[in-house]
């Protein structure tokens, strides 16, 4: 019999958990507008709200933040870092940051102006956000395959070449500052994208010469889907395939609270030195000097042990191993999930859980809310609230997919927390009929208004 994988760790120190009821839930969500992030952890019992900044650190990792210093130049962290970076994604010039979107904001602020134009697979919320508050516009190229969630396809993550060209042509090469490749996607569902889409994006965006960055986040689960999927790849390791895919870019933004396994951090990385020195000012007014980036300094020696830890085969096929866990019980109880399952959350399907309720009364958001009141189980709407209004008519957007994500946090959560939130999505797909209408918003930001966003039940 070939053995099931097992996760590659012990657990040596454990944090208890709340229960709590129906009926205290009940009172919570409704106190909290229909918002999980407005929800007490405490009241919180699986919380699959993210897998950004929740995972478990390793005892190697703790170690790093007992003998990390705290200088404020040139630690000894930040060389440990460095030397982390340079080894695992092969590049040397790099800037820390406090987290992900920061990276983000110092790159955005030396290499975009108003009216340009971001192409990229599926730009993240934040990224997208960082865009349009710039007054430049994020152009999504996604493959039309990724839009149907029963529709099997190994890259999912992958940029639509023919899109691409067709905006890289339609526009000034001055207006195109960058392209950027999210690896894995996470607004197609955690999917990965391919080496021979790296390589073709990579190649197109030479042609057109302009630079192609990762938003690196989950860039060792998809070096994982790379090697289990992609032919040609079976045989290289894990470390190997990550550095081929950094080879083709130009530079990257990472949040390191995915990937990087740690509660805090973020990377932005170049090749080019004028572009570093351009970042740097904003670096150094917004985050910090260039060897922390608004990090301590024990962080960045967290940080640089979690990517060596994050690149391991055995660590990589029990934590994907897991999310597929949780999406085949799903699909067992006939839940309607995306496929294949992503890299770090499972995508229920919102639409097909609620065809009877219109995509305008913010069907992910119900079952959301549904879900945690059945079983104290905080996931996150990937949808129309997420889309927020299009900037320019100020209308809803309806995204194609109106998605709920069930994220998995590294390390922290066992097979029977993943068994429990299947029974409850069960439940609530038992009683999907009784419910007959979703909700309306009351109150809204207008830019990220999924944050802050205050419901009704309609
Ligand atoms: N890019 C991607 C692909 C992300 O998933 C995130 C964060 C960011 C950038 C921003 O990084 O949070 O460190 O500032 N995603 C989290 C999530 C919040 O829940 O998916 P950050």
Not at 310 to 333: I, P
Not at 366 to 380: N, T
Request: proline content about 4%; some cysteine.
């Amino acid at each position: 019999m070939k053995l099931p994988y097992a996760e590659p760790f012990r657990i040596k120190t454990v944090e208890m958990i709340r229960q709590s009821t129906p009926e205290e839930r009940k009172e919570w969500i409704k106190k909290a507008k229909y918002n999980l992030f407005n929800l007490k952890s405490d009241y919180v019992y699986i919380d699959l709200l993210t897998d950004s900044g929740t995972n478990a650190m390793s005892d190697k990792q703790w170690a790093e933040i007992m003998v990390g210093d705290e200088s404020y130049a040139g630690a000894r962290s930040y060389y440990k870092l460095k030397q982390s970076v340079e080894e695992i994604l092969g590049f040397q010039r790099f800037i820390p940051t406090h987290q992900g979107r920061a990276a983000e904001n110092v790159l955005f602020s030396a290499m975009l102006k108003a009216g340009d134009i971001v192409p990229g697979n599926s730009h993240f919320d934040t990224t997208k956000g960082h865009i349009e508050f710039r007054k430049a516009k994020a152009v999504d190229c996604t493959i039309d395959e990724a839009f149907d969630t029963t529709k099997e396809h190994p890259f999912k993550g992958n940029i639509d070449m023919e899109k691409l060209e067709t905006v890289l042509k339609a526009n000034k090469r001055d207006d195109i500052p960058l392209v950027i490749l999210t690896v894995t996607c996470n607004s197609a569902g955690g999917q990965p994208v391919s080496m021979s889409n790296i390589k073709e994006t990579a190649h197109m965006c030479r042609k057109y010469n302009i630079p192609l960055f990762f938003d690196a986040a989950r860039f060792a689960e998809n070096a994982y889907f790379i090697k289990i999927r992609e032919k040609g790849y079976e045989k290289k390791s894990i470390k190997e395939i990550v550095k081929e895919m950094f080879s083709y870019v130009d530079g990257f933004t990472m949040s390191a609270k995915k990937d990087g396994i740690t509660n805090i951090g973020g990377l932005v990385g170049f090749r080019n030195e004028e572009l570093m020195k351009k970042v740097s000012v904003f670096s150094i007014l917004f985050e910090g000097y260039l060897t922390y980036g608004g990090l301590a300094g024990r962080d960045l020696g967290a940080l640089a042990q979690g990517l060596r830890e994050s690149t391991e085969y055995d660590y990589l096929e029990s934590r994907v191993g897991q999310v597929a866990f949780l999406g085949e019980r799903c699909k067992e109880y006939g839940i309607p999930v995306q496929e294949p399952f992503g890299g770090h959350a499972v995508f229920v399907d919102a639409k097909r859980f609620f065809p009877h309720i219109p995509q305008s009364e913010y069907v992910a958001q119900l079952l959301a809310v549904e879900l945690y009141i059945e079983g104290g189980i905080r996931g996150v709407e990937i949808g129309t609230l997420l889309a927020d209004r299009d900037p320019e008519t100020g209308k809803d957007r309806y995204p194609k997919l109106e998605l709920l994500r069930l994220a998995i946090p590294r390390r922290v959560y066992t097979n029977n927390h993943m068994d429990y939130t299947a029974a409850a999505l069960r439940n609530v797909y038992e009683r999907r009929e009784h419910l007959k209408k979703g909700l309306k918003i009351v109150q809204e930001a207008p830019i990220l208004r999924h944050f802050t966003v205050e419901l009704e039940r309609l």
